[in-house]
């Protein structure tokens, strides 16, 4: 089954590859809606892909978030968050901005998050010293103590639920397109931005 059907008149001319008409269509669940588009129609295995991946991430996220709460206490956000603390960390502080970059998140998501841990007592949140309008965050011993308990989760969910349906090809060939994506969308708008 498509996923468009698209008119072939479009303003008076024949554009193939511009929707005017346009049945949108979920694999599982039929058309979603019809609509006047005059955008360009993404190829139609490149919207499927887009399709499987974004399922797949919804899915993979939701059970890795119950796998590392369940061992840890953590919400995958907070586990991403510390994992990237110690490995930015040099003499055990990294600025918000660095971390925020680090996560490709949003300043505003991020405190939330670091509130999160820092009232846990896995964080230590304080004012920069050389910049007053610098956050600096710390990893509390604490903290170190709670990441060692989840990467073990981590690690077993991703393994479960990502790594045993893929052969080793596949794995591969995912990680090329995927990395192709990411690297194109970081030359468009600026890495970490």
Known sequence: MSFVSESSQVRGRDTPSTLCC???????????STATYDVEAPDEMAFMAWLAIARAGREVTAVL???????????LAGYDAL????????DGVVRMGDL????????????RVVGDLESAGLVFRRTAL????????????R???RLKAA??????????HVGQHLST?????????????????????GAGQ
């Open 169 to 189: 090809s596949e794995a591969e060939v995912l990680v090329t397109a995927l990395q192709r994506v990411v690297t194109a969308l970081d030359d468009r708008h």
């Open 130 to 141: 050389d910049n007053r309008r610098t956050v600096e965050v710390e990893l509390t011993g």
């Open 151 to 160: 990467v073990p989760a981590y690690l077993t969910g991703v393994q479960r």
């Open 65 to 75: 978030e119950r796998d590392i709460h369940a061992a840890a206490g953590l919400s």
């Open 143 to 145: 903290g170190r103590e």
């Open 100 to 111: 925020a970059r680090a996560l490709r998140t949003p300043k505003s998501s991020l405190t």
């Open 83 to 90: 994992v990237q603390l110690s490995r930015l960390s040099v």
């Open 22 to 32: 346009r049945e949108v269509f979920r694999p599982d669940h039929g058309p979603v």
